[in-house]
T-cell receptor
Framework: RKEVEQDPGPFNVPEGATVAFNCTYSNSASQSFFWYRQDCRKEPKLLMS???SGNEDGRFTAQLNRASQYISLLIRDSKLSDSATYLC????????????FGSGTRLQVQP | NAGVTQTPKFRVLKTGQSMTLLCAQDMNHEYMYWYRQDPGMGLRLIHYSVGEGTTAKGEVPDGYNVSRLKKQNFLLGLESAAPSQTSVYFC????????????FGPGTRLTVT
């Protein structure tokens, strides 16, 4: 079983739509969670951290469910510029300074 | 402030050849990482370093060696390239123990024929 699993998509949505991605992680000891964004043929960049209480950054909302070991990302009012691959990222070994990346969910926002 | 840079951007090698990928960061970061990214596999950690002169193995270290002689540089070596090492290689760095935000370089696209 992969440490971090994501639906690869693609999710094709019209502009203005709301879209949600989920991600599951296998190690219950994981303590830090993130969403990164990766544009085609570019490097990943941090989108937002995910906190236990849930957090929001503009049109983006991240949630963590420790009991079920999943993380979600909600994007409201999708823009064409949101088209990218969204990587779910976990630190499964808190004593180590290394992150585990999911393989990503591709989002295509259409006009 | 260039952030994280990688050299070269592209390279084609023949099986058995060797090469070194250079990663440099100008943010005075302690932690540096080398990943490879293959289609459908996500980013996989090859080696990482928690400070100058230290290195550690990641998830897929076989066939690679690394060195961190200077704090700002992290080198990834392939001693005898194989077609299975065809991939996009990303370097990343993190500044402090409390921060998990990794800053990535633009990547090196390596093809081994």
């Amino acid at each position: 079983r992969k440490e971090v699993e994501q639906d690869p998509g693609p999710f094709n949505v019209p502009e203005g739509a709301t879209v949600a991605f989920n991600c599951t992680y296998s190690n219950s000891a994981s303590q830090s969670f993130f969403w990164y964004r990766q544009d085609c043929r570019k490097e990943p960049k941090l989108l937002m951290s995910v906190y236990s209480s849930g957090n929001e950054d503009g049109r983006f909302t991240a949630q963590l469910n420790r009991a079920s070991q999943y993380i979600s990302l909600l994007i409201r009012d999708s823009k064409l510029s949101d088209s990218a691959t969204y990587l779910c990222v976990v630190n499964p070994h808190p004593g180590r300074r290394a992150l585990t990346f999911g393989s990503g969910t591709r989002l295509q926002v259409q006009p | 402030n260039a952030g994280v840079t990688q050299t070269p951007k592209f390279r084609v090698l023949k099986t058995g050849q060797s090469m070194t990928l250079l990663c440099a960061q100008d943010m005075n970061h302690e932690y540096m990482y080398w990943y490879r990214q293959d289609p459908g596999m996500g980013l996989r950690l090859i080696h990482y370093s928690v400070g100058e002169g230290t290195t550690a193995k990641g998830e897929v270290p076989d066939g690679y060696n690394v060195s961190r002689l200077k704090k700002q540089n992290f080198l990834l070596g392939l001693e005898s390239a194989a077609p299975s090492q065809t991939s996009v290689y990303f370097c990343a760095s993190t500044g402090t123990f409390l921060s998990y935000e990794q800053y990535f370089g633009p990547g090196t696209r390596l093809t081994v024929t």
